[in-house]
C-alpha cells in the first residue's frame, strides 16, 4: 500500500516542512527520534500520515516529551502493516466518548483525541471530523493543516 508521512516542526510563527521516509523506520520509537532532530526547542513537531485513503495517524512531539498520537480509525492496525508496526503497541482503545462510534461501519479513531486542542481543534472536533461520511484522509488532514497554518508545508509533499 502507498503511504505519505509529512513532518512539520514550528519554529516560532512559523512552520517548516519535509517528507519522512517511513520505510528507513522501524516503530514508533525511531519516529520519535526523527521527529526530536527537526525540533526547534520545545516547539511541536507533528507527523501526518496517511495510508491508501484508508486512514490517518498524527503523531506529535513537544520537545523531549513521549510522542503522542492519534489514530483516525483503530481497525486499521488489524489490516495495515505499518500502522501495526507503528501504532499497535501503542494504541489498544478506541477514544472515549466518542459520538457516532457505534463499532458498525464507520471509523474507529483513537489515541489522543485533544492531540490538537491547544491549536483550536477540540477531540470533539477531530473525531467528528474522522466520522463524516466522504472524508478521505487527505481531505481532513488538509483541513487541519488550514487551522494550523501549515497547509502549504504539508500540500507539498503530497
Known amino acids: 500500500m502507498a503511504h505519505l508521512a509529512t513532518l512539520v516542526a514550528k519554529d516560532g510563527r512559523r512552520w517548516h516542512g519535509a517528507e519522512i521516509d ?3 523506520l522501524r516503530d514508533l520509537g525511531d ?10 526547542g520545545d516547539e511541536p513537531v507533528f507527523v501526518f500520515i496517511e495510508e491508501e485513503d484508508e486512514w490517518f495517524a498524527i503523531v506529535r512531539i513537544d520537545g523531549l516529551d513521549d510522542p503522542r ?5 483503530l481497525r486499521m492496525l488489524a489490516v495495515s502493516d505499518l500502522a501495526d508496526r507503528f501504532f499497535a503497541d501503542f494504541l489498544a482503545e478506541p477514544a472515549e466518548d466518542v459520538e457516532g462510534v457505534d463499532g458498525g461501519e464507520g471509523a474507529v479513531p483513537g489515541g489522543d483525541v485533544e492531540i490538537l486542542a491547544d491549536f483550536g481543534i477540540t477531540g470533539k472536533a477531530l473525531v467528528a471530523m474522522c466520522t463524516r461520511e466522504g472524508q478521505v484522509p487527505a ?3 488538509t483541513e487541519i493543516g488550514e487551522q494550523l497554518g501549515c497547509v502549504d508545508e504539508i500540500e507539498v509533499y503530497r
Open 22 to 24: 517511513l520505510n528507513e
Open 31 to 40: 519516529l520519535a527520534d526523527a521527529m526530536r532532530l527537526a525540533a526547534r
Open 69 to 73: 498520537v492519534f489514530v483516525s480509525d
Open 139 to 141: 481531505d481532513i488532514i
